[in-house]
């Protein structure tokens, strides 16, 4: 990284974060994650994290059903100062591989929207609220489905001895 960018005007928390980029890799496979047990720890805290919410139960595959894949993505979390905070794996659903009408009728996020933040931060500056700022894990897991969802089982985590199993879906897996 040194070969391209110049850090000598960063200030030392800034170094600390340039630096940190070029030393952690993210993983481009499932086999490359779990060798590394930084990120088979976030995949495992990920892992318990779905099944103490009962985001699925394993089930036979359904006559004429086609699962939706699913896939692992894989960030580094920093503190301001630019230390590793912690490894955050992500088991997220293809919802993108389904067809309106056939495997949905309709999508439905809930966000809000910056006018609204802005709204909030104002307010909050202008009487002298108090902000603090957290992360709710899993946040998306408290929404019920009504809707009959198959996913392929998450990759490197099922045995082969479920391998005609999927995970019937009851509750909402980001997509």
């Not at 940190?20 to 496979?29: E, H, R, T």
């Not at 045995?159 to 995970?167: I, S």
Request: proline share 5%.
């Amino acid at each position: 990284m040194s070969h391209y960018v110049s850090n000598h005007r960063l200030s030392e928390s800034n170094k600390s974060f340039v630096n940190q980029l070029s030393i952690v890799s993210i993983p481009n496979s499932v086999q490359e994650a779990l060798a590394d047990k930084r990120w088979k720890a976030a995949m495992d805290e990920e892992m318990k994290s779905l099944q103490k919410n009962e985001t699925w139960e394993l089930v036979d595959r359904p006559a004429g059903k086609k699962p939706v894949g699913c896939r692992w993505i894989y960030t580094v979390k920093y503190q301001a100062d630019g230390t590793i905070e912690r490894f955050k794996a992500r088991l997220v659903a293809k919802g993108y591989t389904q067809t309106y009408g056939i495997d949905y009728t309709d999508t439905f996020a809930p966000v809000a929207k910056i006018n609204t933040v802005r709204v909030l931060l104002s307010l909050a500056a202008n009487l002298d609220w108090p902000l603090q700022q957290f992360d709710v894990k899993n946040a998306f897991l408290h929404g019920e489905l009504t809707e009959e969802v198959y996913m392929d089982p998450p990759p490197g985590y099922m045995p082969e001895r479920h391998n005609q199993k999927v995970c019937r879906l009851k509750r909402r897996c980001t997509v």
